[in-house]
């Protein structure tokens, strides 16, 4: 055999699959750090899933799944439907009169699974965060017609919340839904 070098062949092979090795982690980077700037951490996600345009059947689910004690408080114009766990997380899903889930909010010592609490809208949301320049930040608010999400804080002390503008009801305030 002769004109071929061995070693640099091997070199070669080393060194393509080092660069493919490469891509597969700097594309999972760039999703953990979009998780990261908004103080999600893969150790400390607990599941919740009061989706965003789900029915009153999820607060029960929720409840069990949290592990929590729900409360209703029925309202002139929706019903608020409040789970609390032992860890401190504090779960807030708002129903209008039909029982469709119009806003979710939170408060927590971790970040809740926010695939879970938006439901449906989760795909929106994640579709507007690629939007956004990348980096670090301590709130995050994204607004469209469809979907509005504020989250934002530090460790052990995270809030937030998601609501669908148009499933609110009418005389209902966007401060309203804390």
Not at 14 to 25: G, P, R
Not at 117 to 146: C, H, M, N, Q
């Amino acid at each position: 055999m002769e004109g071929i070098d061995i070693a640099a062949v091997q070199i070669t092979a080393t060194s393509t699959l080092a660069l493919e090795h490469h891509k597969v982690i700097a594309g999972r980077f760039k999703y953990f750090l979009v998780a990261m700037s908004l103080g999600m951490s893969p150790l400390c996600i607990q599941p919740a899933s009061a989706g965003l345009g789900g029915s009153a059947a999820s607060v029960l689910s929720d409840t069990q799944e949290l592990h929590g004690v729900a409360h209703s408080t029925v309202l002139q114009d929706y019903e608020v439907h409040e789970i609390s766990t032992d860890g401190g997380m504090f779960v807030r899903e708002f129903l209008d009169r039909n029982g469709v889930v119009f806003a979710v909010a939170w408060n927590a010592p971790v970040v809740p699974d926010l695939r879970r609490l938006l439901g449906a809208s989760f795909d929106a949301y994640v579709k507007a965060l690629t939007a956004l320049t990348p980096g670090l930040r301590k709130s995050l608010r994204i607004a469209s017609p469809e979907l509005v999400v504020e989250s934002g804080g530090h460790m052990r002390a995270y809030s937030g919340r998601a609501y669908l503008p148009a499933l609110v009801p009418a005389g209902t305030s966007a401060a309203d839904l804390h």
